[in-house]
């Protein structure tokens, strides 16, 4: 079988979700076209070069809809032979781009896509396009269905995690996204947003509070208490399915779970004969990919067993991997995942994540492989893993190795 | 003699009056369904009609469908026949609405309004509803509103899918899921009807010969209608729905197919033109009725509560009312049987050992008085009514006169015996007597009385009024004329009667006691409580069993076992349930009364979490049962005890057996009962889960011989006992 590597890894600095963020006054269409122009200026790729463009998306309406792969290829300076794929996996949309494309190649269909991702979630709010699970009587009473905050607060209360575990971890996301900005270490990857003219925009992450402290941490108010305890009550939901449990301890808020922002991130992903033709030397083949569907409910333990998973179908063991992305979705998501495997914290989210830099849902997954990539290079290790907990219980997860 | 008759005015005016021959109450049947479809018809076709007024030749408009009918439906034709009946229904009332316009222009459609004299209940307000306007008589009495949810199904004429077009789902909730009834003045001001009036016949008339045809149509037939507060997929309606769902959830715990069919029914019709919202509502409706849910609760909810309450186990003796009753002991107890009774327009004399105890048990209605007059449910003048009906003292001659006594004083089988002789030195030589004990055997207190055939039990559940079930005992020699005087008095006070023979706990306290010891036996073996707890409540019990004994007072349960454990010598089979229970007592933990109990509670005594000093003692056992584990063994504790009671002739009739569980003790009302959850389960089913439970956890769920009997024979409670067939 066709090996896929990756060739390029891409994103821009990551904007406050919020009227007043600096991407806010940029379309979901300019952003992606503009990566999409960086990839094809970084790599050289002129005409027909890739098979298709798959860009992970969550909230597929008003600007973000009609498919908005194709309307950003044309938007663009792509070959116009090169379609376009929207594709929603929730949060891991981004990784399913790339683990889509891979397999399309391993398969023998196409030898190279950019794959990737996109979310302004500060112009397209989250939640807009609707929800059967949500809302349709028939399936959210079916699935205990509970908003994700209150499912992160359930896997807090059953796997015993408190606010202030939550609180340290929060902590040292801030912590390790300011020294790997100081240091440089998201030079290869981010393109500045540029305007029309070639005015900067936005050439840094900005939802980061570096100077944050425990005490500054440990004054947020829980965010989902009252909506879990009161109105409309979803802690009830959760004492259905989980009749063992007394109550819900709420330990999670604003600080402690991902951030809201604008960003999109894209991987060139190829064949090794892609390469050849191209002048490009391969960073990485993708060597696993997996997703599994999990429990709806608690709903964000998906990393565990997609990692039990693709380990298992690779015949590869936890200590044979070297450094972990777990998507910092909520505190509670990666402190499970370090208590499942009981891999050390140094190994996971070595620059930070979510908590502090932000987490544009389409996006994130591609933002992660990349940033997986780049530390594997920079501390010259060899193999990475990266995972996202996803809406409605699903997990998903890639393996790279550096080559 | 028809439902309907029609007669038009020299106005042109056509009246049609539902008036059921026969009933006191208008009921809606399928034949009357098909003359009142015939009478609009008519009325659309005749020119010298202008429009039409529909009400009662009754009191009240209309108490709802025919229950039995709906039932007959599933019956008859199986979810086609129910899906067809309710399409008939939603065909005549959306022929009403449309009223003959061009649905296309929505022109030329003849005004119908309904004037409603009283009550308008289920279709006796989804038929208004269809129409144009709805005028009600400005009737404080009356109750206006939508309750089919209170027996297992919902509106399901078309009053979903028009009350939520007409308010927007977050203001049709309270009527829809709760069943919310209001008085006319109320339901104007909430939009169920739209005037209030003196002569509703009168305005209702009016209004027709003055409607201009823009009043004719619905809001939901106009072009651009929206619907309040938006619907599913609007940003304010996304929030109501993802709300509801949760709420509904939580509040049902999952078991009342009723309420989620209705949500749906909602959630669905909301995204659609009217006339197909009203089919997705025929076929949640009808989703619901083949559910076996609805089929028991409407069974044990309506039929055979009205049943019982109407006398079906009433001996064919004279009538029996109630005159003059006596309570004896002016305690919790007695004092709610006098304030209960001397509301139903009874006079009560209620005596106490001392003046003062008398008197405090007579300032106990005037609490609750004034409670109902703070609620505007009362006023002053009844209330002193009711407190002059009640005379408090400690002087026994004061009983002259009384044709019922109802004795409840402390449990102690001597006291008793001594205020049983003392009254009957003074009522008539024909009085009844009755003792309210929950604990001592009739037949035996009966003993201290000369005329034991006039002996009986009637044991009321506390808090007296609020609880709506009396259970009647019969003693060995306890004769007809007091059962029927207890079942008098029962219906006069408006409660739900049981008659039941007697043997230890009677009913109701015999399946209740081995629930809570089921509860406190899993606290013994480590099991987590709040497994224990809401493994009871996700099958629909209001309290778990150690919230229930927590109610009820530990030092009851230790009393309890205590004089059980005397009874029963070494066949004693609950020694593990009482390590816990008089382990409780001794650190002081009585239940709510002390403020601590299996439950911590703050100061002001409200419930806080469990007590986490349980654990402490009884360590959490490393493998835990499943919920289904703990689910059976609560339940089976109290309907094999059920079952039992059956087989002994404790319990006559099934139907007895399942109204007196869900009113005594709130068993699982979506089950319908004991009889019905089994019925349900399936006797073979319930069999094979009593042997595993027998085999791990013991003797008490071995399957009575009963019960296996119907397991080999295929055979249902309600196949083989129901509907009055006396037990075998």
Partial sequence: ?403 | MTDFTMKTDADGVAVITWDVPGKSMNVLSMDGAATLNGLIDEALADDAVKGIVITSGKRDFAAGMDLNVIAGMKDQGGAQGVFDGVMSLHHILRKIERAGMDPKTLKGGKPIASALPGTALGIGLELPLATHRIFAADNPKARIGLPEIMVGIFPGAGGTTRLVRKLGAMAAAPFLLEGKLSDPKKAKAAGLVDEVVDDPLAAAKAWVLAAKEADLVKPWDAKGYKMPGGEPYHPAGFMTFVGASAMVHARTMGVYPAAKALLSAVYEGAQVPFDQALKIEARWFTNVLMNPSSTAMIRSLFINKEALEKGAKRPGVPDQTVRKLGVLGAGMMGAGIAYVSARAGIEVVLIDATQASADKGKAYSEGLMDKAIGRRKATEEQKAELLARITATTDYAALEGCDLIVEAVFEDPGVKAEVTKKAEAVIPSDAIFATNTSTLPISDLARASARPSQFIGIHFFSPVDKMALVEIIKGRETGPVAVAKALDFVRQIRKTPIVVNDARFFYANRCIIPYINEGIRMVAEGVNPTLIENAAKLMGMPLGPLQLVDETSIDLGVKIAKATRAAMGDAYPDGAVDDVLFWMADQGRMGRKSNSGFYAYDDAGKRQGLWEGLEARFPRAADQPSLQDVQHRLMFAQTLEAVRALEEGVLEDIREGDVGAILGWGFAPWSGGPFGWLDILGAERAVAICDRLAKAHGDRFKAPALLRDMAARRDSFYGRFGAGKKAA
């Fill in chain 1, 1 to 403: 079988m066709t090996d896929a590597f990756i060739y390029d890894a891409a994103r821009t600095p990551r904007g406050k979700g919020r009227s007043d963020g600096s991407l806010h006054e940029v379309t979901s269409l300019a952003l992606s076209a503009r990566l999409l122009n960086a990839i094809k200026a970084r790599n050289n790729l002129e005409g027909h070069a890739v098979e298709d463009v798959i860009w992970g998306n969550v909230t597929q309406v008003k600007e973000q809809g009609g498919c908005l792969a194709r309307s950003a290829v044309l938007a663009s300076d792509l070959d116009e032979r090169i379609p376009g794929l929207s594709i929603n996996r929730f949060c891991a949309s981004g990784m399913e781009a790339v683990n889509l494309a891979a397999n399309q190649i391993k398969g023998g269909a196409g030898h190279a896509y950019i794959a990737g991702g996109v979310e302004m979630m500060g112009r397209v709010a989250m939640g807009s396009d609707g929800a059967a699970i949500a809302v349709d009587p028939s399936l959210a009473m079916k699935s205990y269905f509970v908003p994700q905050g209150i499912s992160a607060d359930i896997i807090a209360t059953e796997y015993g995690f408190t606010r202030e575990q939550a609180d340290a971890l929060a902590l040292e996301s801030q912590k390790r996204a300011a020294q790997a900005w100081e240091e440089g270490r998201f030079a290869k990857s981010i393109v500045p947003v540029l305007d029309q003219n070639g005015l900067t925009i936005l050439d840094r992450d900005e939802y980061m509070r570096p100077g944050t402290t425990l005490d500054d941490l440990a004054k947020l108010k829980p965010a989902f208490k009252e909506m879990g305890e009161m109105m409309p009550g979803f802690d009830k939901v959760a004492m259905l399915k989980y009749p063992h449990l007394s109550h819900i301890e709420h330990i999670h808020h604003a600080g402690n779970s991902s951030g809201i922002v604008d960003g999109a991130a894209a991987v060139l992903i190829g064949s090794k004969e892609f390469g050849e033709a191209h002048g490009l030397k391969p960073r990485a083949r993708i060597r696993a990919t997996a997703k599994i569907g999990t429990d709806p409910t608690i709903m964000l333990t998906g990393p565990v067993p997609v990692t039990e998973k693709i380990l298992k179908d690779s015949g590869m063991a936890i200590g044979d991997i070297d450094l972990f992305e777990v998507n910092e979705a909520f505190a509670s998501v990666v402190l499970r995942f370090m208590q499942a495997f009981e891999v050390d914290h140094a190994k996971v989210n070595v620059n930070g994540g979510a908590i502090a830099m932000g987490h544009p849902l389409g996006a994130t997954g591609a933002i992660i492989i990349g940033t997986l990539l780049d530390e594997l290079e920079r501390q010259d290790k060899q193999v990475g893993l990266a995972t996202l907990c996803i809406a409605s219980g699903m997990g998903a997860a890639t393996i790279i190795e550096r080559v």
